[in-house]
Structures are given as C-alpha cells and as structure tokens.
T-cell receptor, first 115, second 119 residues
C-alpha cells in the first residue's frame, strides 16, 4: 500500500514570496491533516479536512495561509506572503476515519526555509 | 484544552539495553487514545504504538510496550533490547473525540524526546 506522498521535499524562498505544498493521501482515506512542525517542537495541527470539507482550521493563520482539497483526494497548502517564522516542516497526514481506529499516517514532510 | 508533556528532551541508551520514555497528559475527557510516534532523522513520522483509554491492558508491539496509568494521566514507552535503528525523536500524542456524534479526531503532540542508541 502506498503511503502519504508530499512534494516538494525541500523549498527555500525569500520572505514575502509565495509557496505551495502538495499532498496525496493514502487511497481511501477520507480525512486529511496538515501540520506545522517548528524545529524542536511537536507538530501542530493547521487544518483538517473530511473529504473536501474543512473540519477544523482554528489554528490556521488565515491572513496568509490557505488550503484546499478539491474532489476529496489531493490537497494543497499555500502561504502568501511568507514570513521568517513560517520556516518549518509541513507534514501531511491521512486517516481512514473509521470509528475507533482513526490512526493518522504521515507523509515525509516538506521542509520550508524562509530567508 | 489538552496538553501533553514530555519531560525528557534527550536520552541515551546502550545497544541491547532497555529504556523508558516518559509522558504525562492533562485532559478532562474520558474517552481518548494515546500514541507514541517515532521520527527518525529522515523525518518520516511512524506510528510505534497505540493505547485506547478504555482498555486496562497495556499495549505491546514486539520490543515496544507502554505503561498506561489512567488515574495518574501517565503514558510511558518502554523499549526493550534497544537497536541502533531506534535512534529517533519520539513523540507522545493524545487524541480525543471531537464531538459525540462524529469520528473526527485531533492529535495533540508533546515536544518530543530525542533518543540516541549507542553501540
């Protein structure tokens, strides 16, 4: 079974530029998550999708971050404009959303460096 | 809000020995799950073990086992016969049920413990 795919793996941009990350979840997984992991910290949830609807985006900085999951499969996360403090690893995860077994499986992440 | 605390930023162990990583959490929920995830230097987050709060029996997965103390809100991970490949950052995570009617869960992570296994 293929895992969660993410691209690119690394991205370096200057502040005020825009960047987009892509995620393809495990086939059949209805729930998709984007996490931000700042160096030395645990991941923090940015947004959660159930199929193509948003379940939780309470910690998403909506003035600069946006995300979509068209057709309930792939998802993109965009930052516009980027700030220095956005430097982090962005992790995508997915889960089957079956009651009592909602384990999340993670992709390899995208390491973003904002200069 | 839920919080997860890992009080050991770094630990080391000799190959073949046993090590225990600590985790405590704070919640008012009664139904929840606890996880240990491993993140090697390649940064792929991998599930190590999972515990359902309603189960009294501690979960085990090969060399990995947990000591779940619900009343004390403690969830430690024991790694037996440590191997060089166990070197990684280990994260404790908590998941509660978001609402009574749904199955949408949110993971809350601790800050992690960097485990180094020495030859």
């Amino acid at each position: 079974e293929a895992g969660v795919a993410q691209s690119p793996r690394y991205k370096i941009i200057e502040k005020r530029q825009s960047v987009a990350f892509w995620c393809n979840p495990i086939s059949g997984h209805a729930t998709l998550y984007w996490y931000q992991q700042i160096l030395g910290q645990g991941p923090k949830l940015l947004i959660q999708f159930q199929n193509n609807g948003v379940v939780d985006d309470s910690q998403l900085p909506k003035d600069r971050f946006s995300a979509e999951r068209l057709k309930g499969v792939d998802s993109t996360l965009k930052i516009q404009p980027a700030k220095l403090e956005d430097s982090a690893v962005y992790l995508c995860a997915s889960s089957f959303n079956r009651a009592n077994t909602d384990t999340q499986y993670f992709g390899p992440g995208t390491r973003l460096t904002v200069l | 809000a839920q919080t997860v605390t890992q009080s050991q930023p770094e630990m080391s162990v000799q190959e073949a020995e046993t090590v225990t990583l600590s985790c405590t959490y704070d919640t008012s929920e009664n139904n929840y799950y606890l996880f240990w995830y491993k993140q090697p230097p390649s940064r792929q987050m991998i599930l190590v073990i999972r515990q359902e709060a309603y189960k009294q029996q501690n979960a085990t997965e090969n060399r990995f086992s947990v000591n779940f103390q619900k009343a004390a809100k403690s969830f430690s991970l024991k790694i037996s016969d440590s191997q060089l490949g166990d070197t990684a950052m280990y994260f404790c995570a908590f998941m509660k049920q978001r609402n009574s009617g749904g199955s949408n869960y949110k993971l809350t992570f601790g800050k992690g413990t960097l485990l180094t296994v020495n030859p």
